[in-house]
């Protein structure tokens, strides 16, 4: 298929490591850039969300970000710093892409699916991620990759959504170490247990991308869960073929 519009996720455990603070994996993103790249060549538009991963996550969890002035000490310092290191980590997504990026402090307030701000569009290419934002109560707060997703998704009508995780083919009925097994259909909720990494994950994990792709499928637009080390994978499920991983199967179709 061609000339679709698709919302494209690369998680930020996919493009950094998250373990080291701003260590990004540079075979990763271009490997990903590749795919992005030839999506487009075929006339298809892309909106590509990137997470944070190991450039905002640790400190963010460090000085406790989500909270927001909570009156912590280098707290305003951290926010800064998030800020600088997210414009880092999306010159390198950006550096064999031809798009153009809207850093979301500049341009979005408050957190969650409802946050504010007109979504910005520049096709065929689109760049956006998750972001520590000006919030009215809290002075600030995270919002995160997949609400930007729910939004842009929903509001822009299209055609399919595609979360590229990294290590697993897709969303597993337990943790890899347990046995999972992938989840290849969903047409309702999903029945699944993730593992979430609670001392570096600041926006809820897989657990809120999977709450958000529910939503996305009510919504009448199918979504996938796909390894983002599998560039096959990645490919078919943005252009609509078959792929490996998990297919959530829009609700009002």
Sequence with gaps: MTGELIVLKWGGGLITHK??????????????????????SE?????????????????????????????????????AEVRKDMLELNRLVMKDLDGEAYPPHLW???????????LPLNPPLTIVFGDVVDCANNSWGILSGDDL??????????????????????????????????????????????????????????????????????????VYFVNGENMNSVYNACSGKTATGTKFFSRNA
Excluded: M, W
């Design 19 to 40: 373990s080291d603070e701003c260590s990004p994996d540079l075979e990763s993103i271009a490997e990903l850039s590749k795919v992005v790249n030839t999506l487009i």
């Design 149 to 222: 997703v729910l939004r842009y998704a929903i509001e822009c009508n299209a055609a399919r959504v595609v979360f590229a995780i990294r290590g697993v083919d897709g969303l597993l009925t337990a943790p890899p170490d347990e046995g999972g097994e992938l989840i290849e259909e969903i047409h309702g909720r999903a029945d699944y247990r993730g593992s979430h990494s609670e001392g570096i994950d600041v926006t809820g994990g897989i657990s809120l991308k999977v709450i958000r792709a529910e939503k996305i499928a009510l919504s009448g637009i199918e």
């Design 43 to 79: 006339g298809n538009e892309l909106i590509l969300v990137h997470g944070a991963g190991s450039y905002g996550h640790i400190k963010a969890k460090k000085s406790r970000l989500s909270e927001g002035d909570i009156g912590l000490i280098g707290q305003l310092e951290a926010v």
């Design 108 to 118: 979005a307030t408050e957190t969650g699916p409802d946050f504010h701000g007109k």
